[in-house]
């Protein structure tokens, strides 16, 4: 419930900023712009590039949500509610969620697009 107010707020104030109407077209206040989105990306066509590796294009994303899904394993939630009680629990979070951008890189190389390092690019410069 959280995420719906989180991004109803973005899309509210960055209409705001923008000076453009806001999502209040669907529903009431555009409370039901969420399902929209969301049933324009089921429906949405997968498209795959034609010049690039396939494989790597389809894997690197979900690479990189497994990897960001697995790093919640060692935070504890509460008191008694811990998925994995490990000793080296930071380290395997840092360990685990690092792998995240190989994912999008990989799917970026996967996609033969020249520009597709040009914004991953800046931050493994030294």
Same mark, same amino acid.
């Given at each position: 419930?959280?995420?719906?107010?989180?991004?109803?707020?973005?899309?509210?104030?960055?209409?705001?900023?923008?000076?453009?109407?806001?999502?209040?077209?669907?529903?009431?206040?555009?409370?039901?712009?969420?399902?929209?989105?969301?049933?324009?990306?089921?429906?949405?066509?997968?498209?795959?590039?034609?010049?690039?590796?396939?494989? =790597?294009?389809?894997?690197?994303? %979900? *690479? #990189?949500?497994?990897?960001? @899904?697995? $790093?919640?394993?060692?935070?504890?939630?509460? !008191?008694?509610?811990?998925?994995?009680?490990?000793?080296?629990?930071?380290? =395997?979070?840092?360990?685990?969620? %690092? *792998? #995240?951008?190989?994912?999008? @890189?990989? $799917?970026?190389?996967?996609?033969?697009?020249? !520009?597709?390092?040009?914004?991953?690019?800046?931050?493994?410069?030294?």
């Amino acid at each position: 419930m959280g995420v719906l107010v989180i991004v109803w707020l973005e899309r509210e104030i960055s209409a705001g900023i923008q000076q453009r109407i806001s999502p209040e077209c669907a529903g009431p206040l555009g409370i039901l712009q969420a399902l929209a989105d969301g049933t324009k990306l089921l429906f949405k066509e997968n498209l795959l590039p034609s010049r690039g590796d396939t494989r =790597l294009f389809s894997i690197g994303p %979900s *690479i #990189a949500v497994i990897s960001i @899904l697995l $790093s919640y394993l060692v935070i504890p939630f509460a !008191y008694r509610l811990v998925l994995a009680d490990l000793s080296i629990g930071v380290f =395997l979070w840092i360990a685990i969620s %690092s *792998i #995240a951008p190989v994912g999008l @890189l990989m $799917s970026g190389y996967g996609s033969n697009n020249k !520009y597709s390092f040009l914004g991953p690019g800046y931050s493994f410069v030294p």
